[in-house]
Every structure is written in C-alpha cells, then in structure tokens.
C-alpha cells in the first residue's frame, strides 16, 4: 500500500517493505533521491542502488520528476533524518527536463516565482505557507462551529450597490458596446441578465446581519472583491472574507470575539503546523538579515505568534491614538507622509503601524472613530460624533479587522442613509431587520490573507493565495 512521506518519516518500523509516490526535489551522487509529495515540508531520502539501475533510468530522475518508489525502510545514518527508503524498484512516472523545469533547487525571487504560481507551490516555502493557509481556514470553522456560530454562505453576485465598503466590479451579460440604452443614453440595465445592475460582493454584512437576526451568531467566510487600483503589498481584488455577525453583542463584546478568535486560531496553528512553522520563522530570520539594523524586527516569527497569543490586545480610543500620534516625534518631523493635524483625520497604513509597533509594540484595538469616516450603519455614539466602530491593528500588517456595533435604531439610520445619500428602495430590506424585533448587534470582517500573512510572516499578500488577482495580473 502507498504511504505518505509524512507518515514513513514517522515510522520506526525498520525493515518493513514500503512504497511511495513523489516529486523529486533533488538527486544527488547518482545515489540519494529527496523525495516530497507534498504531505510535510520534509523529503525522505531514498537511497538508489546506482550500480545495478540502468544508467538511462538514473537520467531521467531530474528534480521535479514524479516517481514510484518501492524499497525497504531503515535507520539512516544521514544528518537531519531519522528513517531512509533503500529501494529495490524505481519508475518514472512523469518525466522533468532539467533544461527546462523552472524551479531549480536554489534561491528564486517571489518575483520569478508569482509568475509561475503553477510550479512556485512545489517549493518549500510556498508548500508551507499552503499548508498553514489550509489549517488555519480550518481552525476558522473549528472555532465557529465549536461556539454555536452558523455558518452563512452570503451572494458573490450582489443586488446592492450601497454596501460602501469599496469599489466593486460590475457583473454583466451585456457585450462590451451593445449595451442597450435607455432614452437619456444610459445603460438600461432592466435588459440586463438580472434586470438591475449587479455587481461582485464587497462583504457579506448587510445579508449576515438578516441572518444573527434569526440564528443569533453567523459568520460567512467567502470570496470578496475590490476594484481598487491600489498596489499594496495587504490589497488583492479577490480575497476571502471572515465576518461574524451575533445578535445581542455590543462592541465589547465583539472586541472580546476577535481577540478570542484571533487567539485560538493562531493557537491552533501553531499546534498543529510545527514543521511548517519552524520552516517559515528560519526563512524570516534570514529574510530579515539582509535588512538594514533599525528595520529588523527583534522577534522571530514563531516568538510574535506566541506573544499574540500569550498577550492582550491594547484597547484605545480613536480620541486617545489621535493624541499620541500628534506628538508623536514621527509626526512632528514631518516623517509621517500624512502629517495628522487634528481630530478627524483617517489613520493611514503609517500610523496604524506606529501605534503597534513602536508605541504599544502589541497588537492594538483601536474604537470610537469619527462617523464622518466610517459606513452608515455603524451605531452612533451618545456624543454625536463617534461610533462603535473597532479595527484590530497587526504588527506588519496594520489593519487585520475592521468591525462594529450596528446602528438598531430605525430613525437614526434613516437619517444617516439620507444624509448620505443612500436610496432607502435599495435596501428596503435591510431597514426591515429594524422594523421588526431590531436589536443590539455587532460584528467584524477580517481579511484571511492578512491573517496568513501574519502567521506565514510573508511580505507579500500576493505571496499566501494561490492565484492572486491584482491590477493588471489575472494570469492562470
Ligand atoms: P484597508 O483600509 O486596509 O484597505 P478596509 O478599511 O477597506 O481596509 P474593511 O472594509 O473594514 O477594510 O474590510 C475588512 C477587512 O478585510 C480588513 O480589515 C482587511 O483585513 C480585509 N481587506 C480589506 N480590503 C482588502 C483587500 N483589498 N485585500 C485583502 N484584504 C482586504
Ligand atoms: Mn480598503
């Protein structure tokens, strides 16, 4: 019976006769085969009989080759390995030609490597951030499921474009320049495919909220685009979205939520992804060397996620990060690219990363931030001026949450939307939620690419999905 490298490398049981299927990552004197198929970042060692194989065999083991492996296991003597295949039967199942295969065994650049996103997961460290993306979407449902969430699975294809939460892509039937028109020229969507314009979702809110209106606590994890033309190292236009929505939370309670669920995924991660782990916090270390003293983080990968899990988030004030951000030394030798003058401004990238990293230098909280700069559902403060609204900050990351209270008073809302400008006909039925039994709610979306690449310690968002979608770059 074929058995995963991961399970052999395991085994103690010696002289046992095993078979395996694989990659070969590298062949070396004639002799010794790392094979990985994938089920751990670590190869088993298979030890060819060079002298009695036919040398045209011995050719054609080129590194990315898929091979059939049959042999007996044994101690190895070799360093860093416990267990190798002597093997007695070997057979090329899919030919590699060296001259050709793109993913030699050095160093490659992302770079190189986004452009062959096909091959770049036969790599060690793309094995690994995929298998760590894998396990952490897991401990997302875990988690929910486990505390008497619902899991919701909300539209792709949104009727309503008043979500506010950034630009959408349009979905259409029309061709390109035969759309018809209306008399004033415009495009008469009512002969569109859905008779209205649609467009792709930019969060699953506005529907879960329906539904924690019913069931209590949902959460929808699900695909989400924006059409932002922004080319940052934290935006895709395709990305998945976790949002929890619970009935009867205020925004304490919903801090608690995030910083809770936050925790106990990482937790899980770091239970049950060692080897990974320990990989990616060697491949970071390293990463970090080349960069310049005052840059370098003075943790390690795997001691950052301890210490998010280990530590409470700091809870601050809008009010409060406003003024230590105004007499920040940063800001008052205009280092900031966005100088912050007064109460009111929207944090950038900059400023969310200060506040973690050099002032609190823990994952922070921040809440109560300006209604003007934040969507028309969430609930406004006695004050008049703030809502209950939270984002939860990231060391490296800046904002990994964005989150609230909901408005469930029918009038303020109202009000709000008018001032806004949000057509009340487009979501009559959101305003039903609090015409009929309305109450106090609270939920957050969290981007899971941010959350892998804080766990992954990836630069790059591009670098832990595996297609990822971004201005002009939709290839495979
Ligand atoms: P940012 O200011 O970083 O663009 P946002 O304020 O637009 O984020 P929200 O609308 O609150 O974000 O979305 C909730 C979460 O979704 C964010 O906290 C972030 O983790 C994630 N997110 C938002 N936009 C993107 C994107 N383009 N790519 C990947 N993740 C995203
Ligand atoms: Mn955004």
Redo the contacts with the bound molecule.
Sequence with gaps: MRRSVKELLQSKNYQQEVAVKGWVRTFRSNRFIALNDGSTINSIQCVVDFENTDETLLKRINTGAAVSVKGVLAESLGRGQSVEIKVTDLEILGDSNPDEYPIQPKKHSFEFLRENAHLRIRTNTFGAVMRVRSTLSFAVHKYFQENGFNYVNTPIITGSDAEG??EMFHVTNFEANKAPQTENGEVDYTQDFFGKETNLT??GQLEAETYAMALGKVYTFGP?F?A?N?NTT????E?W?IEPEVAFNDLDANMDLSEDFIKSVISYVLEHCKDDLAFLDQRLTQEEKSKPQAQRSDMSLLEKLQFVVENNFKRVSYTEAIDILRNCKPNKKKKFQYIINEWGADLQ?EHERFLVEKHFKCPVILFDYPATIKAFYMRLNEDGKTVRAM??LFPGI??????SQREERLDVLQEKMIALGIDEKELWWYLDTRKFGTAVHSG????F??LVQFTTGMGN?RDVIPFPRTPQNAEF
Excluded: K, N, P, Y
Excluded at 398 to 403: A, L
Excluded at 444 to 447: A, I, P, S
């Design positions: 939460a950034g930019v969060s989400t924006r932002e922004s934290r935006h895709l236009a990305f979205m990238s984002d939860v800046g904002e990994i949450v964005g989150g957050f979306g969290l981007g690419e941010r968002i």
